[in-house]
């Protein structure tokens, strides 16, 4: 099938979709080429935008690695600091793995609040 039974069969789809009412185009030859630059131009943008986006996961994944260790150094100092008082002593130990979750992620919304114009 060529250029020109392609073009004629896509616009008689659209008009049975109801589309807005189409004509068959008189110049083939320049409506596969300004046909094509679109296309090629839509290419190149969706390239760029997929670029964009795994810089920025990139960017995401870093931060998250940094508030993992943040995550962990937070409960280990908390564990040091809750496992030798009396009252706590092992459950001390216990108690710092939630306190590091809520500590990590207070410290995770402040820099996102903080960067959150960087990262988007």
Same mark, same amino acid.
């Given at each position: 099938?060529?250029? /020109?039974?392609r ?5 008689? #789809?659209?008009? =049975? +979709?109801?589309? %807005?009412?189409?004509? &068959? ?7 596969? /080429? ?7 131009a #839509?290419?190149? =943008? +969706?390239?760029? %935008?997929?670029?964009? &986006? ?6 995401l ?18 564990a040091?600091? &809750? ?27 402040a ?10």
């Amino acid at each position: 099938m060529d250029d /020109k039974q392609r073009i004629d069969d896509a616009l008689i #789809a659209f008009d =049975e +979709m109801g589309f %807005e009412p189409t004509t &068959l185009l008189p110049d083939y030859e320049r409506a596969r /080429k300004a046909w094509k630059a679109n296309l090629v131009a #839509a290419i190149k =943008e +969706m390239e760029t %935008e997929t670029e964009a &986006l795994k810089l920025t996961i990139k960017k995401l994944q870093a931060a998250n690695v940094d508030l993992k260790r943040t995550n962990e150094a937070i409960q280990k100092q908390t564990a040091k600091i &809750l496992s030798p008082i009396p009252i706590f002593g092992v459950t001390g130990i216990w108690a710092a793995i939630p306190i590091g979750w809520f500590l990590a992620d207070l410290f995770g919304i402040a820099h996102y609040i903080r960067h959150k114009a960087k990262a988007l």
